[in-house]
């Protein structure tokens, strides 16, 4: 079973949104108190946080599907959904995120480092957060929206200061266990060690790690071998470290051979120029030539014998045995050298700035365009708030339609279907093409409540006709006036002989 994996494919899906609730207040003598539905509540997020303690992906590669917890929906009384808990992903530090197209997304370097691969949905208003004085009552709440999904790639690329490259078994892993605490695997095969090892060298008051890769072999840069695996995670160190072997005895190969060789990958292989660390092409960092095993008589005499052309090429040379560990002090405060100046000469990390981007003030919220042929056409709305407002929408209720009818209109999107030549019973789809909403455009939308009142009202709770004080007193005081005039007309005509009866007189 694998023990390290610095390269997945993990698929990232956000919590959904949470519905809103319509729910209308009851009480004591108020059976009908106005709207309380609350909001449904915000999906989660899934993050991914540099932690120092993880060192590999393994976990992803058995487990590459993740998502984070759902809002809940709202309730009546005033109750607001729960939120959905964010999803934390820890990734080792130097991991690379990158999209299925090679693009990088996001370079993860320093403990606490994060970045949201999928956000969270957003929760649907309830019908009190709907309600306004012109709709009192709503009778339908706005659905939560959905989490976002995305497939990504992390790649981890190792955080070190120095890099020994060289053949298999040339003693870089024998090496790395001299000059520190790391005890990576070590025997008398090629490709013994198959995975990245880090060991933390000390000389006097200055620190450093140094990367351990598997060897490298002609063609690595062309993915022979396992060297175009692991290249990238020299791609971030200050510097370089040949380590040839002295003792081989294998035939053709010598330690100028094995040097040319390793140099020519190097500078074949093409790492990823846009991240920090990797801009600077690997031949052209800081090398040094460690000429190991000189504790066999014929290396001794094979390594002084090199040792001047080596120079003459402007290369730092050390004679070294891990066996015996001659020459080890030496390696080790030369490198310190190296890579305290390649420290002070490293630019300080300056904090990302703020880029702010506001919107044109002749930016179209929307676009409609008229696609298909002469006969067979369509009308293709496509915009963030459409877009956003017809997957809040429950198409279920003609009184949510009638309100994302309203909230399009006012947007503009009607006269934009007017300008790009719609008319009545066009087909209208608002969008992703693979996942759109589509409907006969009416240019205006008539649904049930509209019929018996305004949009977003209920008869039973509008009060806006009850008379006032000042009302009911003109309106008795007519009545009163009335009466009175009835009477006198009745006593005048009295008077006149009208009410006379002619048998009794």
């Not at 090679?102 to 309600?131: F, H, M, P, T």
């Not at 004085?133 to 790649?155: D, N």
């Not at 390696?331 to 050298?337: D, N």
């Not at 209208?428 to 305004?454: C, H, K, M, S, Y």
């Amino acid at each position: 079973m694998a023990s390290f994996v610095d390269r997945v494919v993990l698929h990232a899906a956000g919590g959904n949104g949470g519905n809103g609730c319509a729910s209308i207040r009851r009480e004591k003598f108020k059976p009908l108190a106005g709207p309380d539905g609350g909001n449904g509540g915000d999906g989660g997020s899934v993050k991914l946080v540099v932690d120092a303690n993880t060192t590999t992906l393994l976990e992803y590669h058995h487990s590459p599907h993740r998502r984070a917890t759902s809002g809940t929906q709202g309730m009546g009384d005033d109750r607001d959904g729960a939120k959905g808990g964010d999803l934390v992903l820890r990734v080792p530090d130097g991991t690379v995120v990158k999209d299925l197209d090679g693009n990088v997304l996001a370079d993860l370097v320093g403990d606490g480092a994060e970045y949201v691969v999928a956000a969270g949905g957003k929760g649907g208003l309830g019908n009190r957060a709907l309600s306004s004085p012109k709709r009192k009552a709503p009778g339908f709440a706005l659905l939560g929206e959905e989490g976002e999904e995305a497939e990504i790639e992390l790649e981890v690329k190792t955080i070190a200061d120095v890099a020994l490259v060289g053949f298999p078994s040339a003693g870089k892993s024998s090496l790395i266990a001299a000059i520190s605490a790391a005890r990576p695997k070590i025997a008398d095969y090629p490709f013994t060690t198959l995975v990245p090892n880090l060991g933390v060298v000390q000389a006097g008051q200055s620190r450093f790690t140094v990367a351990d890769v598997p060897g490298l072999i002609p063609g690595a840069s062309e993915g022979k071998g396992l060297g175009l695996e692991f290249l990238r995670h020299i791609e971030r160190t200050a510097m370089i470290v040949h380590v040839l072997d002295c003792a081989t005895l294998e035939p053709g190969r010598d330690p100028i051979s094995d040097l040319d060789v390793i140099e020519a990958e190097l500078a074949n292989y093409s790492g990823d120029l846009g991240i920090e660390g990797g801009r600077v092409p690997l031949n052209e960092r800081p090398r040094l030539v460690v000429l190991n095993k000189i504790d066999v008589p014929e290396a001794r005499e094979l390594a002084d014998f090199v040792k001047p052309d080596l120079e003459a090429r402007g290369l730092r040379v050390f004679e070294i045995s891990t066996a015996s560990h001659e020459g080890l002090r030496e390696l080790k405060f030369a490198l310190a050298e190296i890579v305290e100046k390649a420290r002070a000469e490293a630019p300080a990390p300056e904090p990302a700035p703020i880029v702010l981007r506001p919107r044109a003030v002749n930016e179209s919220k929307f676009t409609v365009r008229r696609l298909g042929g002469e006969t067979d056409y369509w009308f293709e709305v496509r915009g963030t708030k459409p877009e956003r407002w017809v997957k809040q929408t429950d198409f279920n209720n003609d009184e949510a339609v009638g309100f994302l009818a309203d909230r399009l209109a006012k947007l503009g999107v009607e006269d934009g279907l007017f300008k790009a030549g719609a008319v009545a019973g066009d087909e209208v789809r608002i969008g992703d093409p693979n996942n759109a909403v589509v409907f006969d455009w009416e240019p205006t939308l008539q649904t049930g409540p509209e019929l018996l009142g305004g949009r977003g009202t209920d008869l039973r709770l509008d009060q806006s006709d009850r008379p006032t004080r000042g009302d009911k007193r003109r309106e008795f005081t007519e009545r009163m006036d009335a009466k009175t005039e009835a009477r006198r007309e009745l006593w005048t005509e009295r008077e006149a002989g009208h009410w006379t009866n002619p048998d009794e007189d």
